[in-house]
């Protein structure tokens, strides 16, 4: 995302929304039809930071 931009579409569970709504970074929060989040690199870098973090692909 650094090197050709773009942004981020994460799905949340409802209990991290207001978790990453204050990171850096952040483009857009939803919670229609389920809890989502649009991002750039900068919100990924201060996402993966936190305690707890996991990614699941």
Do not use: C, H, K, N
Not at 29 to 38: C, E, F, H, L, N
Not at 40 to 48: D, G, N, T, V
């Amino acid at each position: 995302m650094d090197v050709l931009g773009g942004v981020s579409a994460v799905e949340l569970r409802e209990d991290q929304v207001p978790i990453v709504a204050g990171l850096p970074g952040v483009i857009a929060t939803t919670t229609d039809p389920w809890p989502a989040v649009y991002g750039s690199a900068e919100f990924l870098r201060a996402w993966a930071q936190r305690p707890g973090f996991r990614l699941l692909t």
